[in-house]
Structure formats: structure tokens, C-alpha cells
């Protein structure tokens, strides 16, 4: 089976430490819920993604080099 | 006026209204059908129960005293005989009769399951999901037990009959039960089964043998077990199914015993809807305002159509009650039972499918309750997103090349209609008197004046001078509008902010609004009967937001593609084209002409002295006049030489299309970006017309004999199209010997079909080479094309080369008869001529065959855009309100309305387009921008300290404001 993650197209997918995560909440000031969703079983997600982690997705942009967003996975 | 204060909305809660509560809110039980008595007066506690409000002005409410346009209206109520189902709840019902049980009504859920769907109710609200998905899976789960977990009662199945009859379906012993015992016991000898005799049946099913037979003769009923036994012995099925109309009022019973935290599970609030509700009582009657009697022009009266709705229920309702206390026959009270559901669900929804609507006596179906709600026309698109207003006109537009761009001309009649309100100060006192002294029929005049203590007055013709004399500061004045005032002006469709702009009034005669022709891409507009709107605006706040946000000079860049949409279009391009292609000569008074309606009265340096000593301008040097003096510019343009700027002055190239016109014109995008706005209008509008005076000078002008070309041109084009003819009959031959080869994943006859397509676009093309060669640089075609003013060289080879294919759905014209095109040709004929190709140029003239296919071809166009119009415009209704509530905050973010975030940074990049130049070929030039600043910045200290200040642009409010701006800048200020 091919492993989409490693496509050129699929950007990082990583999963936020605690620390980070009331850090980027903070500075949004949203609950974890406020955050775009991405399904558990979506198979750009690095194996350790467990439903309730935030995920910090880093890719390349046209206007801005990378642009950074944050994913909540839900089931 | 009595103001009240504007109150904010805490929260909004939906839910079931209890029957008490319909009676508590009502002002009158309604028991009588009929509406007025022989007098003329409403009859008490009939349908126009003076209590349910007033309609007459001039009377008084029963209710709240208040009289007709302060009164609300009151609710009535009316006092159902029998229970009825609400018809906007049938889903739920079905639903909730379903899952719970029929004999203890409690939830087919034990408790573990119950508490997996409570978390998961929780859950979705949490993230906003939709509720219905869990309770609906909550549902699907319940009715797979086959009993009560609670009391063990047997669950049936309940089948609903649309819209609101529900059936319990239960598996009973079939009458036939002894027959069909017996013929399967008789066997199959074909099919190999064998005869069953009574002993073995008894044996098999361990019944008695006597039972058996008393089964066999029909004076028994098995019981259920004895029934599974002999159905898998003798592998028959015994049953049959029996339905059991469930009356409203058995359900009613039924959701009244369901526990409330059983409902939780389920997603309804307990507190504030219980389930009975559903099911109603109590019919709430809408208050007299909510459907008003019309009095005709002959004396009668017209009642509303729920009026008449209402009239039907009362009616079937008293029918209904005096049969049952006359102790009529069970099948007449249910079938006026069906009738009074029947008149309450038409009451609130009359397009139920299966259900005939009910219909007025002409035949035309009533628009009752949700009819009044929904659609276009409805209470929501209708009446609350879209309204009527006032202040507002609609005309024909026509073009008025010496309007500014910002600028709009109102017709004196709308001018005269459409009133600005005026506050008297001291300062203003005079103006106001003399509008007011103008009266209303004189220009700028008033209509109206509000005195200090509310009271309004209305300017006559005779009261005015009178009226002039008594207005004081304090007063309101409702004045014509005047030069310089502000609008907003729009053509539908408005498919992007641009088609909403604000232009500054100019009053003239006649009966046409008018504007500058280079605001007709943003509007999309022509004049070949376009009409639209003008918007009035009714305050300071709309008119200083208009001013600064939305008016046409803002809008010169477009937020679509960061590019100019606002630029000289057609034959101001043909202008700016001959007035810089060659670099023409113009003595003194012809180089004043071209810049007679620019700013510039003073010509510059001549650029030179021609041979009779009289001293010259070149057009390079004409134009550059309007440039700024600072510009610097080098680029490609659309004549594919180079455009350089220095200095603002143009020394090389052609100005055209990709120079100053719309959709991206580079000096107008340049200007408008290093310059700002206003710079920007005064370069387009003087751009347009400096090129309106150069083409008057040079004269420009097409007609049939420029695009004609000699006879000889004509014979090597007859010869090119009868060679591609040979060829393609080369082509047929070879496919019908069988030695064509197919091109790789085609057919032969594809391969064919491509091959001829190919032969004769070919000859089209040479043809129009041919023609080309006769057109000389100057042909106004040529120069059309050339500047991309308008057409193409297609266009020029259509008209004088040959039309070339025809098409229909990408391929040569194929359909009509069988095997043929038309009649003319013979069958199966794959030639250029029958299919299609239009061998003839527009100037030599179509043959009819070449008409036809022509119209073919020009039909699938006409038809396509329309699709595609009608298509985009339902896709973008989608799109919009898809995305209506995301708003971009000011921390970066772009949210909805329940604050998820849908993008971390406004677009990934956090720009506006329109605030960046960028583009797939050209990158923000970082560097260019950095040394422009850093050049200027250098100069002085206190430049310097202007930049790193809070230096911002001037915002220029009016044209005509700015020669006092101009003044007030050399003015040093006094801290």
C-alpha cells in the first residue's frame, strides 16, 4: 500500500504537545472545538493521532512560503 | 414620532407550545364560522372578533385599546373537538412511535445504550454537528427490539401513511389458516415433496392428533406457538398482515406516558416541549392583521384566505361534535375526524404531497400559512433578506463622455422627487430658505420641512415663499438633490461589489440617467436599453461611508484579480493607438484641441521644428502630458514592442489595450497603486478624453468596402478552399478503399473526421492570410484588432477570407436527416460542403445551405449562454449563503458566526488583493518597493520623519473639494 504521507503533496501533518497546544488556544482565545476538524481516519495523520489531539499542519504557500493550521481529530 | 429603544436579542428558544398556553395568549374563544352580521358589524367570538385586533382605521382595539397600525392583533383560540396532528411534526411522531413502547411508552433503550446517546447528543452540540444524526441512530436502535426492555410488551411495527395516518402492523393467524394447512400437507409430487399425513404433523409439532384435526376442520385456532410449530414443520407461512389505525387521540395517550428523561435521549428538551404537544387540542387562531378583509369597490366584502380556511375547520369542528353528542355511528365520526385533519393541516401547509390542496371557489389553490413563509416570494426571501424602498429610481442609462467616471447624470425629474434632509444651522440658513422658497416643481427646491417640535409640513407651490420666511436654524429641510451629492447607483445582476457604487449626483435635463463609458465593465452595462438604480442616501453616517468606501475612484482596482477593472475601453483605444503608433505630428492648435478637456491649458516644449519652420508635437509627447512627472515604466505591450516611461514622459511604444485599458491596463494599474485613487480617475478620465479628440482628429470610421478585397486576393482564396476541398475528398477516398490509418486510441472514422477538420481549418486560415496581406496598417479593422479595441483577426478572416466549419457540440454539423445534413445532399456524403463548412466570407455573401448551418452553430451559442447564466446564478446563490456569515476578525482569523475558525490567516497570506501587486508573473517586487522608499526618505530629515509618522493619504471627498485641498496643503499647520 502506497503511504499517502509521504507524498510531495501531502503536507507534515504532527501532532501538538499540550504545552503548545494552550499556547496556540490562548492565542486565539477558542476552545479546542473552535478548531477545523480532520477525521481519525484520514491517512495523511502521522499513527500516534488519537481522537482529541491537535494536529499542526505546515504547508507550502504561494503567497506566504508555509502557512501553518491547526486541526482538531475527531472520530 | 415616539421613538422606543432599540433592545438586543439575548436568545431565542424554539419549542412546543403547550394547549394552556394557546388559551392564556388568546383573547377570545372562537366558536361561530360566520364573520359579520347583517349590519356590517363583526359578530362576537366569531372570526373577526373585535378582540383579535383592528383593521378599520379609526376604531378601537377590544384588547389593547390602541388603534389600527399601533395594535398588533390579539391571538383567538378555537376549542378542537377532537385531537389532530400537527403536520409539521409528522416525521417526529413517526419517529418517537417507533421507539418507544406501545404499552409503558418508554424508550426502547436500556440504560447503557440510553447513556451512549446522551454523551453523544452532548458531544454534537459541542461541535456543532447535526443532532438529528445521533437521534435518528438512537431511533434505528430502539426499533430492533422486538420487546420492552421495561415491561416485555411485544412491539409492532407502525407504518405511516402520508401525510398524517399512522398504522400499527401486526403479524396475525390468516382466516384461510385450515386450507392452506391442508394443501401443504397434500405434497408436491412434481416437486418432489411429500404428502404429510395428520399423525405426522401431530408427531412433528408435538400437538395432540385430536387438535390436529380440529385444527384441519377449521373449529380451532391454533394458538401462536402451535401456529410457529406447524409453520416450520410444513414450511408455510400462516400469517397475515393486520393494520391498526392509530387515532390522534390514542397517540396523544400515548406521548403523554413517555418519561421525560426518556426524551432527553432523543434530543428534545423536556422542560419546554413535551411530545403531546405534537398533537393538538387547541388551534390558535392569527389575529385580524394577519389576514385582513378587503372591502371591494362594490360594497363586498373579501376575506383572507386563512379567513376562509378558518371558516372550514369551525364548520367540520361543530359538525364533528354535534354527530358525536347525537351518538352517530362510529364510521361517521371517523370520517369527520379525517375531515377536520384534513382542514388543520391544509390551515398550515396547502402543498402536502398526497393530499389535494384546498382550493379557493375559482379554482385557485389557498395560500395558507406555509405558503405565506416560503419561496422567493415568501416572508424570509421576500419580505425580511429583500424590501421595497423608498428613495430610490430606476431609468434608462445613456453615455455622457464629459461626466467624470465618478460622476452620475439624475435626470431633473428624480432630482426633484428625491429629497436630501437638510439640518438648519446658522451656517446653512440661507441655502435652506432659498430651496424652500423654490418650492417644489423649481430645481434645487424642497418638498418637505419638519419644524423643531416633530411637526411636517409639505412645500406647495403656494406656501413657500411664506414657508421660506419661517425656517430657523433647528428646522429639517427635505431638499432636491443637488450637483454633488451622493448616491449609490446599480445594475443588476450585482455579481461583485462593483456593481454597487457610489457616484456624486449632476443634475440634467432629460429623462436618462448618464455616466462615463469607462464605468461600464464594472456594471456590465451597455446602452441598448439597459435600465438601473439609484439609491438616495438618507444619512450622514451612509453618506460619508459611500463617499469614502464605495465610490467609483475606490473602486478602480478590482479585488478579483488586484488588477485595474476600470480602464479606457474600445475606441478610446483606437485613439490612444493612432495617437502614439506612428508618433503623428500635430502643430499648435491641433495639439491644443487633443488636450482641450484635460487639465492642461499650457502645451510643453514643442519636440521640434518641422521643414516649414513651424514648430511641432509628437503624439508620445501629447500623451505624456497626462502621465504623472515621476513615472518610470518599462514593459511589453500590446503591439509587442516596448512601452518605455521616463520621467513621465513616454518615449517609445504604442499605447493600447494592455497600456490603459480595463482588465489590467499597466500604466492605469501602476498609476493607481504608486498615485492612489484619485490620481488614478484624473488620469482615466483624461485619458478618454484625449483619445475621444484623437480619433476625431484622425476620423475613424468602418464600412463594407474596407474589408473587400481585390479580385485577384479573391482568386488565390477560391483556389485555397478548392484545394482543401480536393484534399478532403483525397481523405474520403482513401477512408472508403480502407487504406486511411487510425491515429493511436482512434477510429478510423474519427480519424477521418479529425484529419478533415484539420484540412479545413488549414484552408480558413490561409484564406484569412490571404485576405491580411491586402489590409493595409491602417485599415480600421486592422487598427481595431491591432490595439485590442475590439474584434480580432478571426473576425477580419471571417469577414473577408471564409467563414470556415460550422459546429454544433465540438464536431462538423452532423444531425438533420438520416445520413445527411439536409435534403440537398445525397446520403452518407462526408464532404466539406454537406457538413457544414461555410466556404463564403461575410463580405462575399453566405449561400442559403451556408445560412443554415451558420444558424446551427450560432444557435448552440445563444443557447449555452443562457444555460450557463441561469446555471452560475443558482451556484452562486449557493455559494453565498454558504459563506455569508464568515467574517474576518482583527486578529487575522476568518470565523463564523459560532466563532470556528475556517482560516488561521485571512486567504493563508492575510492580503487583500487589491493591497498587493502581485501576480503569476510578476512577484511583490520587495526590492523596488524598499529603494523607492528608501530614495525618497533620504532626501530630508523631515520626510523621513513624515514616513515614520502616521502619514496618511488624504482622503478626497469630492471632486470639487479638491482645488481647496490643493490650497489647504501648502498651509503649515498651527502646532
Not at chain 2, 363583526?42 to 390602541?66: A, H, Q
Not at chain 2, 390542496?357 to 416560503?374: D, E, I, N, V, Y
Not at chain 2, 416570494?377 to 463622455?401: C, H
Not at chain 2, 513624515?946 to 479638491?962: C, I, M, P, Q, Y
Request: net charge negative.
Amino acid at each position: 500500500m502506497v503511504d499517502v504521507s509521504q507524498h510531495e503533496l501531502v503536507p507534515e501533518h504532527t501532532v501538538l504537545d499540550e504545552d503548545v497546544l494552550e499556547e496556540v488556544l490562548a492565542e486565539y482565545d477558542i476552545d479546542r472545538t473552535d478548531l477545523p476538524k480532520i477525521k481519525r481516519n484520514d491517512s495523511a495523520l502521522p499513527d500516534e493521532a488519537e481522537i482529541g489531539d491537535v494536529i499542526k499542519i505546515v504547508r507550502d504557500s504561494r503567497t506566504t512560503d508555509q502557512a501553518v493550521v491547526y486541526r482538531l481529530v475527531v472520530e | 414620532m415616539q421613538h422606543s429603544t432599540p433592545k438586543d436579542i439575548g436568545s431565542i428558544n424554539f419549542g412546543l407550545m403547550e394547549p394552556e398556553e394557546y388559551r392564556e395568549m388568546s383573547a377570545t374563544k372562537i366558536i361561530t364560522a360566520d364573520t359579520y352580521d347583517d349590519d356590517g358589524f363583526p359578530i362576537d367570538m366569531g372570526l373577526m372578533d373585535p378582540r383579535l385586533g383592528v383593521i378599520d382605521p379609526g376604531l378601537e382595539c377590544k384588547t389593547c385599546g390602541k388603534h389600527s397600525g399601533s395594535c398588533n392583533g390579539h391571538f383567538g383560540h378555537i376549542e378542537l373537538a377532537a385531537p389532530v396532528i400537527h403536520v409539521g411534526f409528522t416525521k417526529l411522531i413517526r419517529r418517537l412511535l417507533r421507539g418507544t413502547c406501545r404499552e409503558c411508552s418508554r424508550l426502547l433503550l436500556t440504560e447503557d445504550e440510553r447513556d451512549e446517546f446522551r454523551d453523544d447528543i452532548t458531544e454534537s452540540r459541542k461541535l456543532g454537528r447535526d443532532l438529528n444524526d445521533v437521534t435518528k441512530a438512537a431511533i434505528r436502535q430502539a426499533r430492533k427490539k422486538d420487546r420492552c426492555p421495561f415491561c416485555g410488551e411485544i412491539q409492532y411495527d407502525i407504518d405511516h401513511e402520508k401525510p398524517t395516518t399512522y398504522y400499527e402492523v401486526q403479524q396475525v393467524l390468516t382466516s384461510e389458516y385450515s386450507q392452506r394447512i391442508a394443501a401443504a400437507m397434500q405434497g408436491d409430487e412434481e416437486e418432489g415433496i411429500e404428502r404429510t399425513s395428520p399423525d405426522e404433523l401431530a408427531e412433528e409439532t408435538e400437538i395432540e392428533l385430536t387438535r390436529v384435526n380440529e385444527i384441519l376442520s377449521g373449529s380451532f385456532r391454533p394458538r401462536e406457538s402451535q401456529r410457529k410449530a406447524i409453520e416450520k414443520a410444513l414450511d408455510i407461512d400462516l400469517t397475515e398482515e393486520d393494520t391498526n389505525k392509530l387515532m390522534p387521540s390514542d397517540i396523544r395517550d400515548w406521548f403523554e406516558n413517555i418519561p421525560d428523561e426518556d426524551i432527553e435521549v432523543l434530543g428534545i428538551d423536556s422542560d419546554r416541549s413535551r411530545p403531546e404537544w405534537m398533537i393538538l387540542t387547541v388551534l390558535p387562531v392569527p389575529p385580524v392583521t394577519a389576514r385582513p378583509s378587503i372591502t371591494l369597490d362594490n360594497g363586498q366584502r373579501s376575506e383572507d384566505d386563512l379567513t376562509h380556511k378558518l371558516v372550514d375547520i369551525i364548520r367540520i369542528n361543530q359538525r364533528f361534535m354535534e354527530n358525536r353528542e347525537a351518538g352517530a355511528p362510529q364510521l361517521i365520526i371517523e370520517d369527520l375526524w379525517e375531515l377536520l385533519q384534513y382542514h388543520v393541516t391544509t390551515f398550515m401547509d396547502n402543498e402536502i404531497s398526497g393530499t389535494p390542496p384546498a382550493r379557493h371557489r375559482s379554482g385557485r389553490p389557498l395560500k395558507t400559512l406555509s405558503q405565506r413563509l416560503k419561496g422567493k416570494e415568501g416572508r424570509f426571501r421576500g419580505s425580511l433578506s429583500g424590501k421595497r424602498v423608498n428613495f430610490s429610481a430606476r431609468t434608462v442609462i445613456s453615455p455622457d463622455p464629459t461626466l467624470s467616471l465618478n460622476e452620475v447624470g439624475v435626470p431633473d425629474r428624480v432630482a426633484k422627487e428625491m429629497t436630501q434632509t437638510m439640518n438648519v444651522t446658522e451656517r446653512n440658513l440661507e441655502d435652506a430658505r432659498r430651496f424652500v422658497s423654490n418650492g417644489p416643481e423649481g430645481h434645487p427646491g424642497a418638498n418637505y420641512v419638519r419644524r423643531p417640535d416633530g411637526r411636517r409640513l409639505k412645500v406647495t407651490e403656494k406656501n413657500c415663499e411664506q414657508l421660506a420666511e419661517k425656517v430657523e436654524a433647528g428646522w429639517e429641510v427635505n431638499r432636491h438633490l443637488i450637483d454633488g451629492d451622493i448616491v449609490i447607483f446599480n445594475r443588476q445582476p450585482s455579481l461583485h461589489r462593483m456593481s454597487i457604487m457610489a457616484h456624486e449626483v449632476v443634475v440634467m435635463p432629460y429623462k436618462t440617467f448618464r455616466l462615463n463609458t469607462v464605468v461600464c465593465p464594472p456594471y456590465n452595462a451597455d446602452f441598448d436599453g439597459d435600465e438601473m438604480n439609484m439609491h438616495a442616501l438618507q444619512n450622514e453616517e451612509a453618506r460619508a461611508e459611500a463617499r469614502v468606501l464605495m465610490r467609483v475612484q475606490e473602486q478602480i482596482l478590482s479585488p478579483r484579480f488586484g488588477e485595474n477593472i476600470i480602464g479606457a475601453i474600445q475606441d478610446h483605444i483606437s485613439g490612444t493607438y493612432l495617437l502614439t503608433h506612428d508618433n503623428p505630428r500635430f502643430n499648435e492648435t491641433q495639439a491644443l484641441d487633443l488636450l482641450r478637456a484635460t487639465r492642461i491649458d499650457e502645451l510643453p516644449e514643442p519636440s521640434g521644428i518641422d521643414d516649414e519652420d513651424e514648430p511641432f508635437w509628437t503624439g508620445h509627447d501629447v500623451f505624456s502630458e497626462l502621465l504623472p512627472d515621476d513615472l518610470n515604466l518599462e514593459f511589453t505591450g500590446t503591439v509587442g514592442d516596448d512601452v518605455i516611461i521616463e520621467d513621465g514622459q513616454l518615449l517609445e511604444g504604442t499605447i493600447a489595450e494592455d497600456e490603459v485599458g480595463e482588465f489590467g491596463g499597466e500604466i492605469v494599474d501602476t498609476i493607481t497603486k504608486v498615485y492612489g485613487n484619485t490620481r488614478s480617475r484624473i488620469f482615466i478620465n483624461e485619458v478618454s478624453t484625449l483619445a475621444m479628440r484623437a480619433i476625431m482628429h484622425f476620423g475613424f470610421s468602418i464600412g463594407i468596402d474596407d474589408e473587400t478585397i481585390p479580385a485577384e486576393a479573391q482568386d488565390r482564396i477560391d483556389e485555397t478552399i478548392t484545394d482543401a476541398n480536393d484534399r478532403v475528398e483525397e481523405l474520403i477516398e482513401a477512408y472508403e478503399n480502407g487504406e486511411l490509418e487510425s491515429l493511436p486510441g482512434r477510429t478510423i472514422d474519427e480519424t477521418l473526421e479529425m484529419k478533415i477538420m484539420q484540412t479545413l481549418s488549414r484552408a480558413r486560415d490561409n484564406a484569412g492570410t490571404i485576405a491580411d496581406e491586402h489590409f493595409e496598417d491602417d485599415n480600421p479593422a486592422v487598427v481595431m484588432a491591432n490595439s485590442g479595441a475590439r474584434g480580432s483577426m478571426l473576425n477580419l478572416t471571417q469577414m473577408a477570407g471564409a467563414v470556415g466549419q460550422q459546429a454544433v457540440r465540438g464536431e462538423r454539423i452532423n444531425r438533420g436527416y438520416e445520413d445527411r445534413t439536409l435534403s440537398h445532399y445525397e446520403q452518407n456524403d462526408l464532404s466539406a460542403e454537406a457538413h457544414g463548412f461555410v466556404e463564403n466570407s461575410y463580405t462575399s455573401g453566405l449561400t442559403p445551405r451556408e445560412f443554415f448551418f451558420h444558424a446551427m452553430g450560432g444557435r448552440e451559442g445563444l443557447v449555452d449562454t443562457a444555460v450557463r447564466t441561469s446555471k452560475s446564478g443558482y451556484l452562486q446563490r449557493r455559494l453565498i449563503n454558504a459563506l455569508s456569515e464568515l467574517e474576518s476578525q482583527y486578529d487575522g482569523t476568518v470565523r463564523d458566526t459560532s466563532d470556528t475558525i475556517v482560516q488561521f490567516e485571512f486567504g493563508e497570506d492575510g492580503t487583500s488583493p487589491v493591497k498587493v501587486s502581485s501576480g503569476d508573473d510578476n512577484d511583490v517586487d520587495v526590492e523596488a518597493i524598499a529603494d523607492r522608499v528608501l530614495d525618497s526618505e533620504f532626501e530630508s530629515e523631515a520626510e523621513r520623519e513624515e514616513f515614520f509618522g502616521t502619514k496618511r493619504e488624504v482622503t478626497n471627498l469630492s471632486e470639487h473639494a479638491d482645488e481647496r485641498l490643493a490650497e489647504g496643503a501648502e498651509v503649515t499647520s498651527d502646532d
